[in-house]
């Protein structure tokens, strides 16, 4: 499946809108403003709470973890100790642990898992605006994959004001 993120710009926090290949909003990320480090909601259009996206705080480097209801935590960390690239370990439990590695200030990256290429992230899509596409093999976890992207994009946003 292919989604399309973008960002707002005229917000307080960082808040997403994240549509489907059709032009229809699927998924709202909505950030938390005024908060001690990153804090997102990751919601269907109709309000209900599928992950929640928080900043690890003291920790070794950028990381965040995804929370989601019955589901175990998975932890988003840039690897730092990669010579010419750059690199992002996504450590969830049973098979949700994937690697991410592009040019990711470009949005040019891929996930991978133990089965292959799980995820393409490219703004070659959209080349003229603020957005970038996502798109996601099937039967591959939807909500996981989308919410990783937005920390890599968070990750590397920050990274570049600094």
């Known amino acids: 499946m292919k989604?399309?993120?973008?960002?707002?710009?005229?917000?307080?926090?960082?808040d997403f809108t994240i549509r489907d290949y059709?032009?229809?909003d699927r998924f709202l990320v909505d950030g938390r403003a005024l908060s001690f480090g990153d804090k997102l909601s990751f919601q269907d259009m109709s309000g209900t709470e599928l992950a929640f996206i928080r900043q690890?705080?003291?920790?070794?480097?950028?990381?965040?973890?995804?929370?989601?209801?019955g589901q175990g935590e998975v932890v988003v960390r840039k690897e730092h100790f990669t010579f010419?690239?750059?690199?992002?370990?996504?450590?969830?439990?049973?098979?949700?642990?994937?690697?991410?590695?592009?040019?990711f200030l470009d949005h040019e990256y891929r996930i991978e898992?133990?089965?292959?290429?799980?995820?393409?992230?490219?703004?070659?899509?959209?080349?003229l605006t603020d957005s970038y596409g996502i798109e996601i093999?099937?039967?591959e976890d939807i909500v996981?994959?989308?919410?990783t992207a937005v920390v890599i994009d968070l990750i590397c946003h920050n990274e570049e004001d600094h």
């Open 84 to 103: 010419f690239r750059c690199k992002f370990e996504i450590d969830g439990p049973g098979d949700h642990d994937f690697e991410a590695e592009g040019d």
């Open 113 to 127: 898992g133990s089965r292959g290429a799980v995820a393409n992230v490219s703004k070659r899509w959209f080349s």
């Open 22 to 24: 059709g032009g229809r």
């Open 56 to 69: 690890k705080h003291f920790s070794w480097g950028p990381t965040y973890v995804i929370e989601r209801p």
């Open 137 to 139: 093999a099937e039967k």
């Open 3 to 14: 989604f399309q993120m973008t960002q707002k710009f005229w917000c307080l926090g960082d």
């Open 144 to 147: 996981l994959l989308l919410a």
